[in-house]
Nanobody, 116 residues
Framework: VKLVESGGGLVQPGGSLRLSCEAS????????MKWYRQAPGKERELVAR???????RYADSVKGRFTISRDNAQKMSYLQMNSLKPEDTAEYYC???????????WGQGTQVTVSS
C-alpha cells in the first residue's frame, strides 16, 4: 500500500494550490480520505476529510477556502486550497482510514509554503 502526495510548493498569500494523493494497493472506496498538516513546532492537525459517498468536513481554519474531493476509480484524493495564508504553511499529509476498522495508511507528505 502506498500513498503519494504531490502539488506542494511555494505560493504567495492569496494564491492557490491543488494537492493530489495517489493511492495504490487499496480499494479507495473502502476508505475515508483525510488531509492533515503539521507546521514546525506544532502538532499534526486534521484539515479535511471525505467519506464515501462524499460527505465532507473541514477544520474551522480552512472552511470556505479549502475543498477536499476524491476519485475512487482513479484512486485519487485532492485538496484544493484557495486564498492561502502564511499560517497555512505546513507539511501536508494524505491519510486513508479503512471505514470498517482501525487500519490506516499515510503518505510521506508534501510541503506547502505561503510567503511573499
Amino acid at each position: 500500500v502506498k500513498l503519494v502526495e504531490s502539488g506542494g510548493g511555494l505560493v504567495q498569500p492569496g494564491g492557490s494550490l491543488r494537492l493530489s494523493c495517489e493511492a495504490s494497493g487499496i480499494t479507495l472506496s473502502a476508505y475515508v480520505m483525510k488531509w492533515y498538516r503539521q507546521a514546525p513546532g506544532k502538532e499534526r492537525e486534521l484539515v479535511a476529510r471525505i467519506d464515501n459517498p462524499g460527505g465532507t468536513r473541514y477544520a474551522d481554519s480552512v472552511k470556505g477556502r479549502f475543498t477536499i474531493s476524491r476519485d475512487n476509480a482513479q484512486k485519487m484524493s485532492y485538496l484544493q486550497m484557495n486564498s492561502l495564508k502564511p499560517e497555512d504553511t505546513a507539511e501536508y499529509y494524505c491519510n486513508a482510514g479503512w471505514r470498517y476498522g482501525s487500519r490506516e495508511y499515510w503518505g510521506q507528505g508534501t510541503q506547502v509554503t505561503v510567503s511573499s
